[in-house]
């Protein structure tokens, strides 16, 4: 028997998992195509093969359903699988922490699951002794990670042979955002909600608010990066003291949770004349009667099942989502939206798409005044 004081870290992993594994086994959501939940994953091919059929999961440190970051996760790999019919996709592992973030990796890598998502970069460090074990072991086991920088999330990784990531065109995001809000604004103020100060939340406002002054020089932004994820109060406090400081009445939010009590707010104060663009699902509808369209991303998991089919998946590759894949763009409009606003944001966006509307510089301008 092994001496218990040499389990290393990686095997602590694999032991956590193999309890785990035996709850998740079968439990398979089917995406369309092939149900069987016996189908063809006995013997591992190797990854040039074609395979009959395909396993996916997905790890979310939040509920699936949240209205925000883990949906959206959620229901682009739904619709990833409804466009790749060989695919079958496992009941998600929610709520998961930091803690328990590598053994709910290692279960599903002792499944030999095809493809395991990562939904954020904060299981990044946690996930590494895992990748380099599947890679030695499971060579069938690929992991995408989405909002994930390579060379600063990934650098102690031994082995990115069997890995990609996602990252969103985050300028183009934030002035799709801010061309709606632009011409959408009576008061000319502008506002945003971050759930951190980091660099990808920064990048995101700036782009909107160049954007936003782009088609209405007038517009002034407020802002606030630091109001957390999860306290929906959090966010009616500060819009409700926006709307009454400074007659805000439009915002952009990518708060999660908190993004709910913006929209309580500008509800609060009149569905009519205050405007929510929400993120990153489409949101638009009578649930929200604020919501007048929505940034929505698509993180482009189809391209990853893709590659694996094909044999090309792998060695680092960063897969970007944008307005020319499709994994970045506007939801539907409200009604409360006037044509000529709906066409002139299809004109910008075509300049967006083109990188021709805002430069780098003038994000960049706004970014190091924040």
Known sequence: MRDSM???????????????????????????????????????ASSSEQKSSYKVAIVISGPALDGGWGQGHYESLKKACEDHSKWEMLEPKENTAASDAAIAAQSYVDQDVDLIIAAGNEFASDWAEVVAEAAENHPDVHFLMTNTDPKTDLADYEDLSHLETVQVNLKQSGALAGVVAGLMTASNCIGFVGGMRIPTT??????????????????????????????????????????????????????????????????????????????????????????????????????AMGAIESGAFGDGKVIEANIDNGGVYLGKFSDKVPADVQSKVEEYTEQIKADTFITDDEVAAIKSGL
């Open 6 to 44: 040499n389990v290393t870290r990686r095997d602590a992993i694999k032991l956590g998992a193999g309890t785990m594994a035996a709850a998740a086994a079968v439990s398979l959501a089917a995406c369309g195509g092939s149900s069987s939940s016996d189908s063809d994953s006995g013997s591992s």
């Open 202 to 303: 920064l990048t995101k406002y700036s782009a909107y608010l160049a954007a936003a002054q782009k088609v209405n020089p007038s517009v002034k932004g407020v802002y606030n990066f630091e109001a957390g994820f999860t306290d929906a109060s959090a966010g009616v406090k500060l819009t409700e003291s926006w709307i009454g400081t400074d007659n805000v009445d439009v915002m952009w939010c990518d708060a999660s949770a908190v993004d709910g009590g913006v929209r309580q707010a500008l509800e609060n104060a009149g569905a009519d004349s205050h405007f929510n663009i929400a993120q990153p699902i489409d949101s638009m509808g009578p649930d929200h009667p604020c919501v007048i369209t929505s940034t929505v991303t698509d993180w482009m998991m189809g391209e």
